[in-house]
């Protein structure tokens, strides 16, 4: 007997259909942006530190975690407050309706929004040729040898990362249908509290054992659910931050190389100098000199 099969079409919320610049600056104390305006859209997101932000005729305070949409043809720039900064910047074109949410939008991005992002940087530079703080970047350059599904993985996690942002306005609470609300928020809870112990031990330096043994949970259920909400195992996660650390000092430009890596528990300088390059693609030297030259813009 022959079934009679039917066909679900699914329906596309939001579409991207262009890429147009895809950026990870950061930004030293004294930074002046440049005005602008476009004809697509921009997401601004601060990955660490605090940036000014001007768009239209509005100028307000954009802290770590918080992401702003200029909508096309908005007047925008960023400024520094003094103080060090890491932003990431995507712009796009999309023609489904509901990208119109969007406009004159401040979020805060939770979790889950945040590993997408940390994601779409990943993708990125394996699709991308050069490096993703070129100020003043037009095109992006396809690399010869980009990884499988690369451009596809790009899109579909800014898409992703969109939706994320409206179901959470929708509902608050859903982050993950996998999870029930209660188990989540409790996640949250207990990996924003191992941040703010990782960031309280940056220079005296700390391992997994005693990290979990300050919280009175097991490793496995740690890692697991550190992961879940960060993308990163705990460890990672803390080399990150010490690396982002040490690109503050270094943009300050107060203390060598070798005081740095004292200063955060890196024990060697060599050693410093390989987890640096292994987490900016840079060694300390060369990540000085661009910052220089930063400055001079």
């Known amino acids: 007997m022959t079934k009679n099969f039917t066909r679900t079409m699914l329906n596309d919320s939001i579409i991207i259909d262009n890429i147009i610049t895809l950026h990870y600056f950061d930004y030293v104390k004294k930074f002046l942006g ?37 909508e096309p043809n908005e007047y925008h720039n960023i400024v520094s407050r003094n103080e060090y900064a890491s932003v990431f910047i995507i712009t796009f074109e999309s023609r489904s309706s509901d990208i119109d949410y969007f406009r004159k939008r401040r979020v805060s991005i939770n979790m ?54 409206i179901r959470n306005a929708q509902s608050p609470f859903e982050l993950n249908r996998k999870l029930e609300k209660e188990k989540i928020q409790r996640y949250e809870q207990i990996t924003s509290e191992i941040i703010n112990t990782l960031m309280q031990n940056l220079y005296q330096g700390i391992s997994l054992d ?30 990150s931050m010490r690396i982002g650390e040490a690109k503050r000092l270094i943009s300050e430009g107060k203390y060598t190389f070798m005081q740095i890596s004292e200063l955060l528990n890196f024990g060697s300088l060599g050693y410093f100098s390989r987890k640096f390059k292994q987490y900016t693609n840079m060694s300390p030297t060369e990540y000085a000199k661009s910052v220089k030259a930063r400055a001079l813009l």
């Open 34 to 70: 440049i005005e602008e305006s476009h004809d697509f859209w921009e997401i601004v997101y601060v990955d660490c530190g605090s940036i000014e932000v001007i768009a239209g005729e509005s100028s307000f305070v954009l802290v770590q975690g918080e992401a702003i949409f200029h």
């Open 112 to 165: 889950e929004g945040r590993t997408m992002i940390s994601n779409i940087l990943k993708e990125g530079r394996q699709v991308f040729a050069g490096e993703l703080d070129i100020m003043d970047q037009t095109e992006l350059i396809k690399r010869i040898d980009s990884v499988y599904g690369g451009e596809q993985m790009v899109k579909m996690l800014l898409e992703s990362f969109l939706i994320n942002i």
């Open 210 to 239: 005693k990290i979990c043994a300050a919280h009175s949970y097991s490793k496995v259920f740690a890692e697991k659910m550190f992961k879940k909400c960060t993308g990163y195992g705990i460890i990672k996660y803390y080399n």
